[in-house]
């Protein structure tokens, strides 16, 4: 926590400064760590549509092998990171994330170690979600409490009325689309307060 908030680190900026929304269909991902926290990072990172491969030396009850690719049950080694596009670690063991952060590292293969900012290259954000829609919040690793307890309050604006208005707008941006028009001299708040307003769709 120390060196990843140190002013010699932040330079003035977050370090996390750079929010992306990937798509990890079929992209083949790892986890290692077979317990709770592994388990919820590689069910969220399937539901994704990732391709999990769960590497443990003890596979816990947690982990749902029909959601996961592949589970491995062993001790981490490098050959594990084979193949492999992003890696999470959650083993619970601050040298053991490290020494996979760096070997992922080595081969330009971006980490996260939950709880680790250290040893993190990317960092995973609170999140809320209606259909296509995803509010992230982070803190930089400020204060995890603050971004859960603002993504609680972002929550609340992203309901089911939002998601249904983001299908309304992408079939209608597709229409224009679809006539060879371009979508970015029209101005969408009055259509899309419009229909957030209307009492039904
Ligand atoms: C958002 C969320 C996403 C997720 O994990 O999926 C997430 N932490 C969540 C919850 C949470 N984590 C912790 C608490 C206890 C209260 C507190 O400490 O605040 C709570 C709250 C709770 O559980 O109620 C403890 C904690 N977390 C980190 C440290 C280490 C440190 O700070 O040095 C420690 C101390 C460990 C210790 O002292 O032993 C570090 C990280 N945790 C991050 C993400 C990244 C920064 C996100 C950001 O703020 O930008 C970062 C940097 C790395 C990473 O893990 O990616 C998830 C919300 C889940 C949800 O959606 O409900
Ligand atoms: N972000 C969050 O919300 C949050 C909350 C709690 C804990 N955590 C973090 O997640 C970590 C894991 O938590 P947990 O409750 O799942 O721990 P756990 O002890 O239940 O599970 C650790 C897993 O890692 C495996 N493991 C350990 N060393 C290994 C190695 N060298 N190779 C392969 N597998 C190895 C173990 O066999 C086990 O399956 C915690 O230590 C903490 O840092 C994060």
């Known amino acids: 926590m120390a060196a990843s908030n140190s002013p010699e680190t932040r330079a003035g900026r977050a370090r996390f400064s750079y ?3 990937l798509d990890l269909t079929d992209v083949p991902v790892l986890v290692v760590g077979g317990g709770r926290i592994g388990a919820r990072k590689a069910e969220g990172l399937a ?3 990732a391709r999990v491969r769960v590497v443990a030396e003890e596979v816990s009850e947690h982990i749902d092998a029909d959601v996961v690719d592949e589970v491995r049950a062993h001790r981490f080694v490098d050959g594990d990171l084979d193949g492999i596009r992003l890696v999470v670690t959650a083993t619970g063991d601050v040298e053991t994330d490290q020494a996979i952060s760096r070997s ?3 081969r330009g293969i971006w980490t996260n170690a939950a709880d680790q900012p250290v040893d993190c290259e990317f960092i995973l954000p609170a999140i809320a979600r209606a259909g296509r829609v995803t ?3 982070s803190t930089d690793g400020a204060s995890p409490a603050l971004a859960k307890y603002l ?3 972002v929550a609340e604006i992203l309901d089911d009325r939002v998601a249904e208005v983001a299908d309304i707008l992408a079939a209608e941006r597709a229409d224009v689309q679809a006539r060879g ?3 970015e001299d029209i101005d969408w708040t009055p259509r899309l307060r419009e229909l957030l307003d209307a009492p039904t769709l």
């Open 104 to 106: 992922a590292r080595a």
């Open 47 to 49: 539901a994704a549509g």
């Open 19 to 21: 929010p992306v929304f």
């Open 181 to 183: 028009g371009s979508t």
């Open 135 to 137: 509010g992230a919040i």
């Open 151 to 153: 993504r609680d309050r």
